[in-house]
């Protein structure tokens, strides 16, 4: 069984995200989407298990049935030894993400050479979604609807 991990924060989840997921979910038996158990980043909307309780509802409304999603809260590496998966998913949308992801990747690779990266772009239409934009429209009352999934729009309704 081949197995890939698709690690991230996603606060909150884009359509990017969701894109990559039903992508990925194709190229393997299993994909396991590994929410963060903390999110550094400035302005974070959800804690993590909102961010997991809204991705789970959004595989199932898609009928992902090879994906799970789980709580990341250990060296990424670690956590791909205990699943037992042997890619990492990364997201590259513009250059600079790739310049980020490709020392990362080096670094995962130094400490599990086991380990591959493999790097997704998301569809051209939905390259310039972020989360950190969703963040900002959010904080100002805008509408996030053409840029995130259904259950996040929901629970970002419930927040203003």
Do not use: W
């Amino acid at each position: 069984m081949t197995k890939a991990v698709y690690p991230g924060t996603f606060d909150p989840m884009t359509l990017g995200h969701f894109d990559l997921i039903q992508r990925a979910s194709k190229l393997y038996d299993k994909l396991i989407v590994a929410v963060a158990a903390t999110s550094k980043k400035q302005g974070a909307l959800f804690d993590a298990e909102d961010r997991l309780a809204m991705i789970r509802e959004d595989v199932k409304r898609a009928r992902l049935r090879n994906v799970e999603v789980k709580i990341l809260d250990t060296l990424l590496v670690d956590f791909c030894r205990r699943e037992k998966a042997h890619v990492v998913i990364r997201g590259v949308r513009v250059y600079s993400d790739f310049e980020y992801e490709f020392q990362m990747a080096l670094t995962n690779r130094r400490l599990a050479p086991e380990i591959e990266t493999l790097f997704m772009m998301p569809s051209e239409n939905l390259a310039y979604v972020t989360a950190s934009t969703v963040r900002e429209i959010e904080s100002y009352g805008g509408n996030t609807a053409p840029f995130v999934t259904a259950a996040v729009q929901k629970r970002l309704k419930g927040k203003r």
